[in-house]
């Protein structure tokens, strides 16, 4: 039976809103734009806006209202010059020049903030519940124990051999061969709930702080991510290899440890422009704009089905990657035979985030504290929708921020964004 479409008014713009039927037999209520919310806070004084949704009992999503979980995006009061920005369970750091800031659960206390100084400009960050990492620009790795009654940096010492020879070690680095300790330059940080690696900046691969692999001299290195347990690497020429503890999300045709980076030979001859990694799942985009998902699907974190029909499940693991059909998304059908692709993609803990090239973003997965920014509080999804459109963005001026369970999207701060008034029910 059809529904009339109906008009809602929400932050100042009319959406035209018409109940559609998902496969699998969820309703979906679909959304046609007819106007926008331009952000008007006075955030857009300054360099960029952030916007966020998803757990916030602790306050670490900067924003003022006393919500334990925001469920559509608002505007949040991050500094507008931040472009380190990462997110935990429990808390979330951002960096300026060598200004490390924290908010949330800091040294036991809830709706806390810390300011740590560095002694070098600060690169990148990286993030877990117990403790986040400093790159400096030095290549120096500095550690904070922020759940430590009182946290201090501590400088960490990567180990090497001279003559390097793979060693069997624990994928927590813990070595099992003697090794000699020099001061090595850090390229590339990552870390998860329980596993740290770095890259040196002659190829050396460490997890924990010893070194477990290296790569050719001539192998250059694009990024670095990391889940719970297991870690991806991206080359320059479009290889991923991957290492930790895989339970599907390794994207091997088997399940087991992998101590050392493996090339995953599924997309063997694909070549890919980048590669996200949380909880226990992968995802990539490659170059000819394909999006491919694995490891768990437990709530629709992959984009696939849960149910078949009725009460018969689907697969909860795919341990070989799984190609998405993103022609099904129809962000844009009004323009002239469509043409939007993935140009980026994020993983939170048990949801996924997909940035397409007209600004559009789509989100799939679990959703108990409102993190994929739908309207309603179902708790998950199992396909991708879309749930905000950001106007005129170019490629490298969005950035998403996937915490375990919320979402944070920075913009122009002339940012345009459409929130898409979505309603799923299973």
């Known amino acids: 039976m059809k529904s009339k479409p109906r008009k809602r008014l929400v932050l100042g713009s009319v959406i035209t809103i018409t109940s559609a039927r998902m496969e699998g037999g969820s309703n979906i209520l679909a959304c046609n734009y007819t106007g926008d919310h331009l952000a008007t806070s006075d955030m857009k004084q300054n360099k960029r806006l952030w916007i966020g949704c998803g757990f916030n009992a602790f306050g670490q999503l900067y924003v003022v209202e006393n919500e334990r979980k925001i469920q559509n995006f608002k505007e949040i009061a991050i500094n507008a010059n931040v472009r380190n920005l990462k997110c935990s369970w429990s808390y979330s750091v951002s960096a300026n020049e060598c200004s490390l800031r924290m908010y949330g659960f ?25 403790y986040c990492l400093l790159l400096l620009k030095n290549g120096s790795v500095f550690k904070y124990g922020v759940q430590c009654l009182e946290g201090q940096l501590e400088e960490l ?6 003559i390097f020879t793979p060693k069997k070690i624990s994928i ?8 000699c300790t020099s001061h090595i330059k850090i390229d590339h940080i990552a870390c998860g709930n329980n596993i740290m690696v770095a890259l040196g900046k002659w190829n050396e691969v460490f997890t924990g702080t010893t070194q477990v692999h290296r790569f050719p001299k001539h192998v250059r ?15 320059y020429n479009g290889d991923i290899y991957s290492w930790g503890n895989g339970l599907g999300q390794l994207g091997l045709d088997v399940i087991g440890i992998e101590e050392k980076p493996v090339l995953l030979e599924a997309m063997a001859g694909i070549k890919i422009k980048c590669i996200a990694a949380s909880g226990w799942h992968s995802a990539a985009i490659s170059t000819f704009s394909d999006l491919y998902t694995w490891g768990f699907n437990s709530n629709g974190q992959l984009g696939l089905r849960i149910y078949k029909t009725g009460d018969v499940k689907e697969p909860a693991l795919y341990v070989l990657p799984q190609l998405i059909d993103t022609a099904n998304f129809n962000c844009c059908e009004a323009q002239d035979g469509g043409g939007c692709y993935p140009i980026k993609v994020v993983c939170g803990a048990r949801h996924t985030i997909v940035l397409m090239n007209c600004g559009s973003i789509y989100a799939t997965g679990w959703n108990a504290y409102g993190q994929l920014g739908l309207k309603n509080s179902t708790l998950y999804t199992d396909k991708f929708v879309c749930v905000l459109k950001i106007e005129n963005i170019i490629d490298d001026d969005v950035e998403i921020v996937c915490g375990p369970w919320n979402t944070l999207i920075g913009m122009h701060k002339d940012g345009k964004y459409l929130l898409n008034d ?3 029910e299973h």
Do not use: M, Y
Request: net charge negative; proline share 2%.
């Open 157 to 162: 010492i990567f180990q090497t051999n001279e």
């Open 221 to 235: 290195i694009q990024q670095l991510v990391c889940g719970f347990e297991h870690a991806l690497l991206l080359t």
């Open 422 to 424: 979505i309603c799923i």
């Open 172 to 179: 927590f680095g813990d070595p099992t061969a003697s090794s």
């Open 106 to 130: 800091i040294h036991g206390q809830t709706k806390n903030t810390k300011t740590v100084t560095a002694d070098n400009s600060i690169k990148s960050l990286a993030s877990c519940d117990r």
